[in-house]
């Protein structure tokens, strides 16, 4: 039923310079219904602009998005507005997303509004209905963001979100402001939003530790291309690129999984200036002669596991 593949790429006009930044360069990747696929890797390195350009936030100068194998550029209007209510975002930090000067009433209760899903007359019972599946209390829809914390302004924002019955959400650092313990009590209620009405997820996180526990498949990306991507439990036993092993040398672990890795050395290039051929080659502890001249292909190092490097295997 829902479904993205492409190869998508923007290009970002610099000011100064004529150069082009290609932020996201090649990218395939393809979330099936009701999965949850974590997009991963250090901050830079694309994944909020490819999160934007699957919520048509921003508009991708190359390449395709495809939802239920429509192509979303050639989409009639009525489809686009499907779109657009079915894949909805939710944002790093939930006190800018959310307007301080309007209640939780009207946060969360303007959009099913507009779209017809709930009348005035019966938009109180539609917002308790939506706030107890998002554990708000209903009796304070009244109140501003300012009055509730942290984890709770995120739980509004989320519950902004479902108040339209989306599909799928994309969820970009959607617990990486809050405390330890309110990032599980988020995690928690993504999943139980997934167990109940068979959401899609795809997550955001330059944290691989945080989406071990909730992901069905992990993506990582590097300077803009999508260098791996594998189901969670292989990925973790045995990461095949040295990005992603380094990635995981940096989640602290009890079972000492991914501990013998080469640690992850120096910063992330920039974008303006990508490294030739394979772009980790300058970090990485095993590049060869061929990783610095060619782009390392796409490809399927086992039964449903593809990654970009030019190592065997
Ligand atoms: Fe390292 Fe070469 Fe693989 Fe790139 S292609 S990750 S440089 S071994
Ligand atoms: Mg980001």
Known sequence: KLDFAGKMAR???SNVREERVQAVDSV?????????VSLVGESGCGKSTLGRMICGILAQSEGKIFYKGKDVATMSVAEKLDYAINVQMIFQDPFASLNPRKRVRKIIGEAPL???????????????????????DPSYKNRYPHQFSGGQRQRIGIARAMAVQPE?????????????????????????LREN???????????LGVVEHISDRIAVMYLGRIVESAPVDDLFDAPFHPYTQALLNEVPRLDKRGVDFSPLVGEIPSPLDPPTGCHFHPRCAHAMEICKQEVPQRREVAP??????????
Do not use: K
Request: proline letters at 1%.
């Open 304 to 313: 449903g596991r593809w990654a970009c490097c030019h190592l065997n295997g």
């Open 114 to 136: 507009f779209h017809g899903l709930t009348t005035a007359s019966e938009l109180d019972e539609y917002l308790d209905g939506v706030m107890n599946q998002c554990g708000l």
């Open 168 to 192: 799928c959400l994309v969820c970009d650092e959607s617990v990486a402001a809050l405390d330890v313990s309110i990032q599980a009590q988020i995690l928690n209620l993504f999943m139980e």
């Open 197 to 207: 009405l068979n959401l899609t997820c795809l997550f955001i996180s330059h944290d």
């Open 11 to 13: 290009s970002l006009g």
């Open 28 to 36: 395939n990747l393809r979330i099936m219904p009701g999965e949850v």
